[in-house]
């Protein structure tokens, strides 16, 4: 077992910064190595924040004791991604890191140099990408399907998120990976003020989708069962488009005629913390997943919960949820019109939610885990 002292890491956006699962999955467990004394450095991306310039964090080469470095960037959709993972790759390659950690199977393209380099390299997948046929084209489906290519031929170790796709390695490559989940924290509820200001929103006076504005995360079936759904609560949209303005402005044509329909656009702070407190029902009706951050979070606040059927989803609820058909709209309207008709079972899921995903998920046991698979060589 070697002593392992410094890290790298890099495949994520920007921390600190919610522009998606990846940087708050680096976010906590970056910062909690930290504390157990370790050196860890990761790369950021250059450009914008994903959701527009006004949400940009100011840079600093220093957070939370984590180095920070700015590597450079082609702030294009599809180039992006694999132009900062190259450059941070070189960083890493010619740094003096005895670990280094890839978040995503695009900016795992170029493992075979941190391996000529002596690298030990661990990668993470946060979900099968190349499957999202709605967020990247053809060309860029193939470039990050080469990365995934290249973390089975060149990474130590592959950590994923979820049984289904560790099936999926197996099957596929004959390649053992690593089963390590995300955690979740437990947070202190909000009563609905600022919310209250801004959107005319109350306790429980809503249904709730937050996360990225993506094809994949079905946010189309929502607001097309939702529509027909015979209540005065209101559908809350909450996140910022991801190279997907098309898919948004997509989604506001469908939802025109209905005032009861609500963009919130990307939120964070105050905001977040009291949509995800006072909602009725948070409602996830992904096709595709990892393992959905935003659904730890809807069930740490205490939120009953209505999910699609795909495996990364129901691994995560078990029996605490309401379960619809993916990628059926009569199905999740079903669900809908249920949890409204229904309100003392949506009070059982929700008193029981919390307890059981914080007890569930704990990220310092995902940290012990993944320290475990650095020092393990």
Not at 110 to 138: E, P, Y
Not at 265 to 272: A, K, R
Request: proline residues 2%; glycine residues 8%.
């Amino acid at each position: 077992m070697k002593n392992v002292k410094k890290i790298g890491c890099f495949g994520h956006k920007r921390i600190p910064s919610r522009e998606g699962g990846v940087e708050i999955v680096v976010e906590e467990l970056c910062t909690r190595i930290v504390k157990l004394g370790y050196d860890v450095t990761c790369f950021n991306r250059g450009g914008h924040h994903v959701s527009g310039a006004e949400f940009d964090i100011k840079k600093a080469d220093n957070y939370k004791g984590i180095h920070i470095k700015t590597v450079p960037t082609i702030e294009k959709k599809g180039l992006a991604a694999v132009s900062s993972a190259f450059f941070a790759t070189l960083k890493c390659a010619f740094g003096k890191y005895d670990v280094v950690h890839v978040h995503a199977e695009g900016p795992a393209l170029f493992c075979g140099i941190l391996k000529l380099f002596g690298k030990r390299v661990i990668m993470t997948c946060h979900g099968l990408d190349h499957q999202r046929t709605g967020k990247w084209n053809a060309i860029a489906r193939r470039c990050i399907l080469q990365g995934e290519k290249s973390a089975v031929k060149y990474a130590d170790e592959i950590i994923v998120l979820s049984k289904n796709v560790q099936k999926y390695f197996k099957d596929t490559y004959g390649r053992d990976t690593k089963f390590i989940s995300n955690g979740v924290n437990k947070p202190v509820i909000c009563d609905a003020k600022e919310i209250t200001e801004k959107y005319g929103l109350e306790k429980d006076s809503y249904f709730l989708f937050l996360g990225r504005i993506v094809p994949e995360k079905g946010i189309h079936y929502l607001i097309d069962a939702f529509k027909d759904v015979k209540t005065e609560k209101k559908l809350v949209i909450a996140g910022g488009a991801s190279d997907t303005d098309d898919y948004m402005q997509e989604l506001k044509n469908l939802a025109k005629d209905d005032k009861r329909i609500l963009f919130a656009g990307f939120v964070q702070g105050v905001t977040l913390d009291e949509l995800y407190s006072n909602a009725y029902v948070y409602v996830l009706p992904s096709d595709l997943e990892g393992m959905p951050l935003s659904l730890l979070e809807a069930m740490s606040y205490g939120n009953c919960c209505i999910v699609s059927d795909i495996p990364e989803c129901t691994e995560v609820v078990e029996d605490k949820a309401i379960i619809f058909n993916k990628s059926d709209t009569h199905s999740l309207h079903e669900k809908l019109v249920f949890a409204v008709t229904n309100a003392e079972e949506v009070m059982k899921l929700k008193n029981n939610a919390s307890d059981f995903i914080c007890n569930k998920y704990n990220w310092d046991d995902v940290v012990n885990r993944t320290l475990d698979l650095y020092r393990s060589f």
